[in-house]
């Protein structure tokens, strides 16, 4: 009964290099989400994926791609890192409006 | 925009102690409100839900009431153990939003003592 599974755990990152975070979701779900979450401001939202196919930009994308690669994964991809982007960032998933999300355990990036 | 706003911590407290977490929301509709709990190292779960006004939410000795006129959801619990230590996060989703998307506060840790 995995829930939402978070690839890697960690990883540093030197300015300038790229790298994809991976999610995946075993409950069907249809809306996807990634989220970073720094000191004292909660969370704040990446991009979203209401269904297979389509992403949306959320409060914070800049910096940011994302693919929904199938009903069940969604990648968060850095094209060109900076220092401004070490935080956790955490996938999650849900049915629709108004029903609870839920979370992967997060990924830790430190960019150097 | 829709915002949620909630007491700063941490929050200190000895054990069987009474705790409350402040939660107040703006919204232009009728949100649903959640609270999440986030223990050191993992992601977020949820801990209770309402979805209209005056609906009580609860779950493992915690509550919160739904209060529209106060936009209000405050989180509460009558004795709190050392295992309750984490960081807890109110947040609503707009009912007119079709996808789902969740306002977060800025969360509140809490600490209990032995």
């Known amino acids: 009964n995995a829930g939402v599974t978070q690839t890697p755990k960690f990883q540093v990152l030197k300015t300038g290099q790229s790298m994809t975070l991976q999610c995946a979701q075993d409950?069907?779900?249809?809306?996807m989400y990634w989220y970073r979450q720094d000191p004292g401001m909660g969370l704040r939202l990446i991009y979203y994926?209401?269904?297979?196919?389509?992403?949306d930009k959320g409060e914070v994308p800049n910096g940011y791609n994302v693919s929904r690669l199938n009903k069940r994964e969604f990648s968060l991809r850095l094209e060109s890192a900076a220092p401004s982007q070490t935080s956790v960032y955490f996938c999650?998933?849900?049915?629709?409006?108004?029903?609870?999300?839920?979370f992967g355990d997060g990924t830790r990036l430190s960019i150097l | 925009g829709d915002s949620v706003t909630q007491m700063e911590g941490p929050v200190t407290l000895s054990e069987e102690a009474f705790l409350t977490i402040n939660c107040t929301y703006t919204?232009?509709?009728?949100?649903?409100l959640f609270w999440y709990v986030q223990y050191p190292g993992e992601g977020l779960q949820l801990l209770l839900k309402?979805?209209?006004?005056?609906d009580k939410g609860s779950n493992k000795g915690f509550e919160a009431t739904y209060r529209k006129e106060t936009t209000s959801f405050h989180l509460e619990k009558g004795s709190v153990q050392v295992s309750d230590s984490a960081v807890y996060f109110c947040?609503?989703?707009?009912?007119?939003?079709?996808?789902?998307?969740?306002?977060f506060g800025a969360g509140t840790q809490v600490v209990v003592t032995p």
């Open positions: 309402a979805t209209k006004a005056d």
């Open positions: 947040a609503l989703s707009d009912r007119t939003d079709s996808w789902g998307k969740l306002q």
């Open positions: 409950m069907n779900h249809n809306s």
């Open positions: 999650a998933s849900t049915w629709g409006s108004n029903q609870p999300q839920h």
């Open positions: 919204a232009t509709g009728y949100p649903s």
């Open positions: 994926s209401a269904s297979e196919g389509t992403t």
